[in-house]
């Protein structure tokens, strides 16, 4: 780290100031409550603060305490998070909060050590438990983070190099203001949101801009280091939804992997398809007679992959041989819970 020219010494007085001035006003920072922090902390991963807040307030609702939620049953908590996406979230909660009362009595551990054996619970997490609902001196760093720290001190680290995130831990631990880890914690967290944005920060509104030397040097935009990108690869699939007296079929996708223990419509194995054949060719010759609708196209994306889909409506009058799945009637539909990337071809079968 360069600090010969721009000391940050300064840096925690400027930035709490600042955050006891301007600091939002997020639901989970009512409370030390250190179950509403984890269940905060676990829904911000990956997703906005504004697509969480009512998730987190339903949440609380339904299970106000850690007990609650332990006792939920697996359906009822993958429903309620229907829509946040990444629903391996949801399943680590609940298994963490099921351990959490048997192994540590009911009590969330306060140490980084027992919060990272806890499943969904990474070294960000953990340290983000540690320091806002227990005070511990320490700094939990994600991209946002990096970023910050990269233009404050003008060093070229990369947000998805692991080895670099814990240099910045050290740098951003080494300026820990005495008796407030927490608020540091957030105030950082607040800036790297709102004015140290990816794109065009808000220098001008900063508290530490008499600190920064990417500022000084007018490089802001060359911090932090451009990690390489590898395309995402894109799959085509052909959602298949079977109804048949007025009833669906779906099945639910296995507990591990991508959308694990979700519901799904079948697909189209591409194997049914001929060279060149259209999949409603394909479908009127595997179930004669049934009435054929068109559902859309709709592109999902992933962290790794993107699915391209085409979705077919298959109205049948004979009862088809299937292995697996299950028929359900509309209300059992509407409350299975479905991944995001499906959702839109439920609500267009259900108004069929
Ligand atoms: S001065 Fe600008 S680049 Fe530097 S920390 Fe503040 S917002 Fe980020």
């Not at 676990?42 to 807040?53: D, E, G, K, N, P």
């Not at 359906?75 to 998070?81: E, F, H």
């Not at 990474?122 to 806002?132: K, L, S, V």
């Not at 760093?141 to 404050?152: C, I, S, T, Y």
């Amino acid at each position: 780290m360069n600090t010969n020219q721009f000391e940050l010494i300064g840096l925690a007085g400027r930035l709490l100031a600042w955050y006891d001035r301007e600091k939002r006003d997020l639901p989970w920072r009512r409370s030390k409550d250190p179950y509403r922090i984890w269940l905060a902390e676990i829904m911000l991963q990956q997703t906005q603060v504004s697509a969480v807040i009512p998730y987190f307030d339903r949440f609380l609702q339904t299970w106000p305490r850690l007990s609650d939620l332990a006792r939920a049953h697996d359906d009822q908590v993958m429903k309620a998070w229907e829509g946040l996406g990444y629903y391996s979230r949801a399943r680590n909660l609940l298994a963490a909060a099921r351990l959490i009362e048997t192994r540590f009595s009911g009590v969330m551990p306060s140490e980084e050590k027992e919060l990272l054996s806890l499943p969904g619970i990474g070294e960000y997490t953990a340290a983000a438990i540690a320091a806002i609902a227990f005070g511990r001196p320490v700094v939990a760093v994600d991209g946002n983070l990096v970023r910050v720290f990269a233009r404050l001190t003008a060093t070229d680290w990369d947000p998805s190099n692991l080895s670099q995130r814990r240099q910045v831990r050290r740098v951003a631990e080494s300026l820990l203001p005495p008796g407030r880890p927490g608020d540091y914690n957030e105030a950082l967290m607040d800036l790297g949101a709102t004015i140290c944005l990816p794109r065009r920060p808000g220098c001008s509104a900063c508290p530490l801009t008499e600190l920064c030397l990417a500022f000084h040097q007018d490089q802001v935009d060359r911090y932090p280091a451009k990690p390489r990108r590898r395309p995402r690869p894109v799959e085509n699939k052909i959602v298949l939804v079977l109804i048949w007296q007025k009833k669906f079929h779906v099945s639910r996708r296995p507990a591990q992997g991508l959308l694990a223990g979700l519901y799904q419509f079948d697909w189209l194995s591409p194997s049914v398809l001929r060279e060149g054949q259209a999949a409603d060719l394909a479908l009127a010759q595997m179930y004669p007679g049934a009435k054929i609708s068109w559902l859309g196209e709709k592109t999902h994306d992933f962290t790794h992959r993107q699915w391209q889909l085409g979705g077919y409506a298959v109205q049948v009058e004979a009862r088809p041989e299937l292995k697996t799945g299950i028929w359900v009637d509309r209300r059992t539909l509407a409350a299975l819970p479905f991944p995001a990337a499906l959702t839109g071809y439920r609500e267009r079968v259900l108004l069929l």
